[in-house]
């Protein structure tokens, strides 16, 4: 009984030292389809071919833009990422993002006035894409875009970065830190 007890002990101070209290939480996900206000939420999920308007949301994850889905956020704050694949559109304006914004193979998309502290991602979108009026503590990176490009008036601590884009991307005034690298040399 001893024994049995000692092992028991044993197994629980283990699961303690491995999961301290607190450190394993499962995040909620909501569902947008319509519009949120100011409200708080783990993660938020854009389903595919849904539309989803932000003003004042706190989200405390990631939010994730599905295919052919539309997301048009201001005033929001973000912990995580944007993550858009395959999405018709995505517009956030006057807004925080504490990880990366990326946006690949989907539509346009509209980043202004946008605190990022990771990335902005344009990679193999088929639309008008802009960043606009930025500060983004990572780069900017635009990559195989289809529907024009404009970057302009950001402050960009990393690398500025375009390639493949067609036509190659248009912009001004963007003060970069780093390197400004290929079709984007001018901006």
């Known amino acids: 009984m001893k024994r049995l007890i000692k092992v028991s002990l044993s197994l629980v101070l283990a699961l303690v030292f491995v999961f301290p209290a ?6 909620e996900e909501v569902t947008c389809r319509g519009s949120m206000g100011a409200v ?8 595919q071919n849904a539309s989803c308007k932000l003003n004042g949301t706190i989200v405390q994850g990631t ?3 599905e295919t052919g889905a539309s997301l048009t956020a201001s ?8 993550q858009a694949e395959g999405a018709k559109s995505v517009t956030v304006t006057s807004s925080a993002v504490g990880g990366s914004i990326q946006i690949v193979q989907g ?4 980043i202004d006035k946008v605190q990022v502290k990771g990335d902005i991602l344009f990679d193999s979108n088929k639309r008008i894409l802009s960043a606009t009026s930025n500060k983004v503590s990572g780069n900017v990176q635009a990559f195989q875009n289809r529907g024009g490009v404009t970057i302009s008036y950001n402050a960009i601590e990393g690398n500025l970065q375009c390639k493949e884009n067609h ?5 001004k005034k963007n003060v970069v830190h780093g390197n400004k690298e290929d079709q984007c040399a001018g901006l």
């Open 22 to 27: 607190g450190l394993v939480v499962l995040a």
């Open 167 to 171: 036509p190659a991307p248009t912009g």
């Open 107 to 110: 539509g346009a998309a509209k």
């Open 40 to 47: 708080t939420v783990d993660n938020l999920r854009v389903p």
């Open 63 to 65: 939010i994730k833009v």
């Open 75 to 82: 005033k929001i704050s973000v912990i995580g990422n944007i």
